[in-house]
């Protein structure tokens, strides 16, 4: 079962929101060994996170009710992100019952960067006229597209959220060598190649948000490893040493590839301008933001109802309840009640996984990278709704399963 859950992780960092029938069959799988489990005894939760599934799936109902009265055309629709999916996700942290079930999933996601990397390199080559048979549809089906700026190159693919994770996660592993030495030689090796893989992607990915977390990822690392009692003097020093080598590669890329350096200053000033004369994208967004908060100011405690689009501005025809400002989104539709809730729920898993580094140091391998990460995504899903799709709950959940881990691992089954 173990193999079963790595294939289905590998592909949700890959090949994200594709392969839906063959990936539904091995969740089907998986399902089912979750009953067996359960029928054995083996399925044990903890229970405060139990409670907080229940409280967020809860609200989450209600305002699918509220947003089905309102005759909102996604209350349906929005069900499988805010209560099928995580009950999913909740019905496998009961089989987390040892960290060392979860150690592979470390491998996975260094794996997952690599893949996700190659492929966006592969975007490029065939872009500049390197073609491989078959590629093309292979990467069409991945929502591959490279587009050409003043002064720099951008891409994009499905699989962009993983290595916007990835990238936060990877730096705040080899910042830790105690833990790090843990792992392969082969995986050690390969997490430094995903580290300068994704790292490369971000500079080329042309996403503001992805640049931000790339800035601000080492100092997130950081952060955590001093809150949780973790950070030594050869932690400090690898930083200074890792973060200086990215340095200088990327300058090197920067002036290989020809980029304008004040272009691309230029455009990660604007697009967080939202006075309206900042990009096209920028201003997409503050228009967003006017009508979100418009709205919410109606309803302001419970929301407008899930599913339910703003009053004036619609971003997709086919999901017009979508927006990529998801967090006022989801204060618009959900109302201050629910979004404190699921904000609560958020904030409790850092909290409860710095407190379990405190009290248990060998879980700073695990959670460390895991938070940083999972911090990373968070700031870029305020601009990009990631996890809007099943694919990427996981950054939510993964860290949830280790807490499960080892706050159960001491406890008998029943």
Sequence with gaps: MQVLFQISFLLMLAVPTTYQAPRGALLLLLEAGVAIAIAQGRWIANRDIVVLSALTVGVSLFGMLRGLLGDAPGAIAVGSVYVVWPLAFMSFIGLATSPQLLYPFRRTIIAGACIASLMGFWVFLDAAGLHIPGAKDFLMGQGAAVGLHNGYIAYRLFNMGTLIYALPFLIALLFMPRYLSKLSRGMRWAAWIALVATSLAMLVSGRRSFWLIGMVAPLLAVFFMWVTNTLTRQTVVRAVVTCSGLLVVAILVVVMLKFKLSALVSDFVAGFDFSGHGSVESSLRASQFVDLIGGWQR???????????????????????????????????AGLLAF?????????IFFAAVKLVRAQPEAAGLLIPMLVGLTGFLISNATNPYLGKFDYLWTLFLPVAVINAYTVQSRPST
């Design 299 to 333: 309803e302001p405690l419970f929301g407008a109802g899930q599913g339910m689009p703003a009053p004036h501005v619609i971003r997709s025809a086919l999901t017009p309840w979508a927006y990529e400002l998801s967090y006022v989104a989801l204060l618009y539709q």
């Design 340 to 348: 404190v809730i699921y904000a609560l729920a958020v904030l409790w």
